[in-house]
T-cell receptor, first 111, second 118 residues
Framework: LAKTTQPISMDSYEGQEVNITCSHN???????ITWYQQFPSQGPRFIIQ???TKVTNEVASLFIPADRKSSTLSLPRVSLSDTAVYYC????????????FGTGTRLKVLA | EAGVAQSPRYKIIEKRQSVAFWCNPI?????LYWYQQILGQGPKLLIQ????????DSQLPKDRFSAERLKGVDSTLKIQPAKLEDSAVYLC????????????????FGAGTRLSVL
């Protein structure tokens, strides 16, 4: 099964930039890399998606190197409300195509 | 645009009882997913529907879990009989594209149903 590896947890302070790196060595040629954010008592919420190089939207940037075996989610100037669990997903190439959620990265933003 | 609706939000039952969860996806979304999320873990896919057909149910414990998506719109997930280890949040998600064709299909999640089995 395709797997992603992320740090289990990270701490940061308000106003800092946070970078969360995800390793996905078995990514397939046609797979996109997708990041979700989950707050307590809520379902995951889509943040950003990319295929290669760099993608930026109003909340985050996603950096993907040429070999696509990893990706980095960048959150600029985090606030307390960014405290959440962040999941990196790529597709599972075995059997029916589906996403596999790992344990995610628990980000805690401190005042 | 209305999001994915789930009910109930919370449910407490005793082991060996039955329980059902309901999900109404975003209008027009072809694919519907049910996930189980145990505390401290990421969501685990239980079953994936494309319209009203099952695409993947390889991780659904079929001896006690069942799901249906009649008419290709809303869906029901049932557990009968429940076990203590079924205590979890059950998440429903939907996506626009037919599952499997686009490897970047964005999923939209409901708030989930928190099940406690005593």
């Amino acid at each position: 099964l395709a797997k992603t590896t992320q740090p289990i947890s990270m701490d940061s302070y308000e106003g800092q930039e946070v970078n969360i790196t995800c390793s996905h060595n078995n990514i397939a040629t046609n797979d996109y890399i997708t990041w979700y954010q989950q707050f307590p008592s809520q379902g995951p919420r889509f943040i950003i998606q990319g295929y290669k190089t760099k993608v930026t939207n109003e909340v985050a940037s996603l950096f993907i190197p040429a070999d696509r075996k990893s990706s980095t989610l960048s959150l600029p100037r985090v606030s307390l409300s960014d405290t959440a669990v962040y999941y990196c997903l790529v597709g599972d190439m075995s059997g029916t195509y589906k996403y596999i959620f790992g344990t995610g990265t628990r980000l805690k933003v401190l005042a | 645009e209305a999001g994915v609706a789930q009910s109930p939000r919370y449910k407490i039952i005793e082991k060996r009882q039955s329980v059902a969860f309901w999900c109404n996806p975003i209008s027009g979304h072809a694919t519907l997913y049910w996930y189980q999320q145990i505390l401290g873990q990421g969501p685990k896919l239980l079953i994936q529907f494309q319209n009203n057909g099952v695409v993947d149910d390889s991780q659904l414990p079929k001896d006690r879990f069942s799901a249906e998506r009649l008419k290709g719109v809303d869906s029901t997930l049932k557990i009968q009989p429940a076990k203590l280890e079924d205590s979890a949040v059950y998440l429903c998600a939907s996506s626009l594209e037919e599952g499997g064709k686009l490897r970047g299909d964005i999923q939209y999640f409901g708030a989930g149903t928190r099940l406690s089995v005593l």
